[in-house]
Structure formats: C-alpha cells, structure tokens
C-alpha cells in the first residue's frame, strides 16, 4: 500500500474536482471539498492539525463517493486518503456507537432481528435515539421493510427451449444487506446469468467488508476480505450486484495487500459488465419487452470507484420496446453513501431531493440503479411523491424485459 504522505502529495490544488463534489457545490465549503480534505489530512499526518476536532468533521461529511476521483487530471487516489485518515480517526477514539451499528448492519441475521425489533417502536423512520445519538440530527431515513421471503428455484418456469446450453459457473456475492433487503434481486440475477449460459455455485459465505473499509475499520475490513478470498477460492468468476461491495472487492490487491486479493479482484464483476461481455445483448433482441420509460442513475461505487457507466446503458438500451432516457446529473451522488443517510441526514436530505427533482423531470416511469444503498434511498423519495415512479435494481428490469 502506497504511503498516505505519498498519496496526498500527489494533489496539485488545481481545483478541478471542486465542482463535481457535491458536498463543495452544496456548501459552498472549501473544507468540505476533496482539495481542502486531502490538505487537512496532509497536514494532520504532518502534525499541524489535530485528527479529532480539525480533521474529523470534514471527513465526517465526505460522502466518500469519489467523483472527485474521476474528475481529478493527477490521478489522486482520494478513496484510499480517505480510508487511511478514516481509520487513523477511529484508531485514534474509536467510537462503539458507530462500529456496534456497523455490525448489525452487515450481519444478515443481527439487521434482520433489529429491523423486526425496531418495527416494534414508533414512526417509520431510524429510531429518533439511534439517530440523535449518531449524528446529533433528527433522522431523515426510512426503516427498512423486510421482504417476504422467496421460496423455491429461482430459474423455475424458464423457457428451456429458449435458454442456451450451460457453459460454465459463477460465483455471486450474496452480501448482508443485499441478502436481506433485496432477495429478488439476486433471484433476478440468477435468471439473467442463466440466459446467458451460467449458473451459480452456491457457496455459504461472509460480508466482503466493504461498508468496514468506508468508515475507518480497515483491520475488520482486511479479516472479511481474505475470508472471503478463501470462501471463493479458485478460478471461477465472481458476480456482484452490489456496487458498494464489488468495488472494494476489485480493490483487495491493494487493502488485503496479498497476491491473492488481487488475482480475486482480477475475477470479479460487475453484473452488468458480466451480462454484456457475455451476449445479454443478443438475447434481449429475441425477448419480449417492456413498454416503459426508463432512467437510470449511477451509483457512485459502480461510475467512480469501477468506472462502469456503459454497460448497463447498453443493456437498459436494449430492451425491447422500451424508451431510454437520461438523467440529468445521472453521476452525482444520491446522499446515500453506505450509512451516510443516517449518520449526515441532513446534508443526505438535500442530494436526495436534487437527484428526485431530476429523476421526475424525465418523466420516467421507472429509475434503475446498480447498489442497494441507492435503491432503498431513492425509493423513499418515490414513496413520499406519491409512489408514480418506480424505483429498481437493473437487474430486475433486464429480467422483466424477458418474463414480464
Ligand atoms: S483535481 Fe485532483 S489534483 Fe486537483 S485539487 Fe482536486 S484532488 Fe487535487
Ligand atoms: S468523495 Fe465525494 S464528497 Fe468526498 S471529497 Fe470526493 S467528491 Fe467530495
């Protein structure tokens, strides 16, 4: 791993990434921009500036989106900045409130029993005292409903006639949340993998440690990871739905800092890429189709952190009888950001209704996405505006273009 005086000193402070860093552009804040928290930290590491009271705030309100990253000519590697001065915070005053929170939430077993304990109090949203306790603000996030459980095959009811042969195995990164929150998703993942000649090894497996990495816990994130490294070993490619975890996984090489994490990263997809590098495309022209006007808004770990903004498109585009358009600011980020939205509620409030703004003005009918952090986020501005555009991972549109 690069040194972070390495890292920071590669930034110029040539200003480029200013405007495309929505927490800047929404304060106005030079400390609230990549430029001004890449001085801070340099200047921490250097002694100058203490870590909890003149660093730590600025940080805290760091989506950690990395469009900064795309948007920088030197190639400062801003995620890793992050992810080291984050750590070095928690280190340095680790905060129980918040790593208790992160482990509930990425224990498919602890976020169920807590989701189901937390219906039991009142009103929809993150409980006030959870809330007030971790961000001093009244909470702006929904509670997360559990989803009936699905039951049965996923690929049962396929037309075997019109499914090519089988052809080889896939991973697919079950995750906790995901798991959890959105089990349809990865049914629709498995029907698209098996149109295009793939089935899923199913493989019991951990958290890739993704959301421990973003928020200051890179030991715990460095035990997930080479865990699941050893979990799916060998030379099968792996296929992620979720773009929060996927991008940490492409990334193993350089936090697990092994030979291993980065021949892993090298086997490691995004659905999408995964779909349109092997035929998707071919067999959408044969499927029946789907009347609708489609968006699609770009998770900020699938276009910044994996630089993946074709792929879905093309498949989106696609879709028979369907009706592509694009959303404006398409690549800024929502506001949800891992646990952003609960822990920033305010600052998440206001990207939130800039991004529903923009979904309604293209009067879409449905808005698609690549993270379920996103999709739970943007479903609850659907909710609030009366529900009319809906709200779903790519997958299950690709899926709905073939079985309706
Ligand atoms: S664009 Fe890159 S080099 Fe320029 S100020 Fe931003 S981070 Fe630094
Ligand atoms: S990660 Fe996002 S919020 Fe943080 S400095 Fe970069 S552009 Fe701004």
Known sequence: ???????????????????????????????????????????????????????????????GCRACETACPSGVQYG?????ARDKIEQEKPSALKKGFLAGTTSPTILRTQLNLAR????????????KLLSGETAEADLPTLPTALKGDPLAGMDQASLPAVKGEVYLLEGCAMRVLYPHVHWATRRLLRRIGYVVREVPQ????????????????????????????????????????????????????????????????????????????????????????????????????????????????????????ELPESLTCCGSAGIYNVVQPKLARRLLNRKWKHVESTQATVVAMGNPGCHGWIAQASRETGGRIEVVHTAELLERAFSG
């Not at 940490?248 to 349109?276: I, N, P, W």
């Open 206 to 325: 951990g958290c890739c440690g993704a959301l421990h990495a973003h928020n200051g816990y890179l030991d715990e994130a460095k035990k997930m990871g080479n865990s699941l490294v050893q979990t799916l070993s060998g030379d099968l490619p792996i296929v992620v739905n979720s773009a929060g975890c996927g991008s940490t996984m492409k990334e193993y090489g350089h936090l697990l800092e092994t030979e291993a994490g980065a021949e892993f990263a090298k086997r490691t997809f995004d659905l999408s890429e995964f779909l349109l590098q092997n035929g998707l495309q071919e067999e959408l022209a044969k499927a029946k189709g789907l009347s609708q006007r489609i968006t699609y808004h770009d998770a900020c770990h699938l276009s910044h952190g994996q630089k993946i903004t074709e792929a879905p498109r093309a498949l989106l585009k696609s879709i028979p009888n369907a009706e592509y358009v």
């Open 120 to 131: 039991l109090l009142p009103g929809k949203r993150v409980p006030g005292p959870l809330s």
């Open 80 to 84: 890793a900045i992050l992810e080291f």
């Open 1 to 63: 791993m690069k040194r972070v005086e390495d890292l920071t000193a590669q930034c110029i402070r040539c200003g480029f990434c200013l405007e495309d860093c929505p927490t800047f552009t929404e304060t106005g804040s030079e400390l609230e921009s990549p430029r001004g928290r890449i001085y801070l930290v340099r200047s921490a590491v250097e002694g100058k500036l203490r870590w909890q009271e003149d660093v730590k705030p600025h940080l805290d309100r760091c989506l």
